[in-house]
């Protein structure tokens, strides 16, 4: 099970065990950003973000393909050193490149922190169960054993909420598992606008240092 101080200690066996609702969570995050920070969102945190906050630095990438987010991610963190990159990824995409966990590890970028959205499905394909709600996968311990420095999980917003600015000052890169409830029958996403104007306002943005 996902451990650390933030969790209750219930068994993940399958989705209904003790989640937070998304937007809550993601609120937390919101109320802690810093104005020059860059942040990645994808499928779930996507469809979400947006409707939390709006920045010049934010990047809501929706591909065909899941599991490209930490690449993305890292990428920004190593080409702008002097800048926080917060990047998400869900459960399902995680699950497709384990290995981009050790990569990031590997790499030395201490300006990464890896949010994991993990609601126990596959939001973009439908809502089915992902494989890890069945076999009680602990994706915090994933990540510590990769070698992330600062890892936790939570599963509890008072206790997310209380932990959350000191999490994010510790060493990097940071790893952090949130589990949230899924978001019923909301599985359709698209990009909150042509993802060339994306593109063009982050470079715009990260050129204005």
């Given at each position: 099970m996902l451990n650390g101080p933030g969790m209750n200690q219930q068994s993940p066996q399958?989705?209904?065990?003790?989640?937070?609702?998304?937007?809550?969570?993601?609120?937390?995050?919101?109320?802690?950003?810093?104005?020059?920070?860059?942040?990645?969102?994808?499928?779930?945190?996507?469809?979400?973000?947006?409707?939390?906050?709006?920045?010049?630095?934010d990047f809501h990438h929706i591909p065909s393909a899941m599991s490209a987010n930490l690449p993305l991610g890292l990428g920004l963190a190593l080409s702008q050193p002097q800048r926080e990159v917060l990047t998400f990824t869900g459960d399902g995409s995680l699950l497709m490149n384990l290995g981009a966990l050790v990569t990031i590890v590997a790499s030395g970028a201490k300006n990464l922190t890896v949010v994991l959205i993990d609601n126990g499905v596959y939001e973009v394909t439908g809502g089915q169960k992902t494989a890890a709600s069945d076999a009680a996968t602990d994706f915090a311990a994933l990540a510590r054993a990769a070698g992330f420095p600062t890892v936790e999980g939570f599963d509890d917003l008072s206790r997310w909420q209380a932990d959350a600015a000191e999490l994010l000052r510790q060493p990097g890169p940071r790893f952090i598992a949130l589990a949230v409830h899924p978001e019923g029958e909301d599985f359709l996403l698209d990009p909150p606008c042509p993802i060339e104007e994306q593109v063009a306002r982050l470079k715009a943005a990260l050129m204005d240092a």
């Open positions: 399958n989705i209904d065990r003790q989640r937070m609702p998304v937007d809550l969570a993601l609120q937390v995050l919101v109320g802690l950003r810093r104005d020059d920070q860059v942040v990645v969102t994808s499928q779930g945190s996507a469809r979400e973000w947006p409707r939390l906050c709006r920045h010049p630095l």
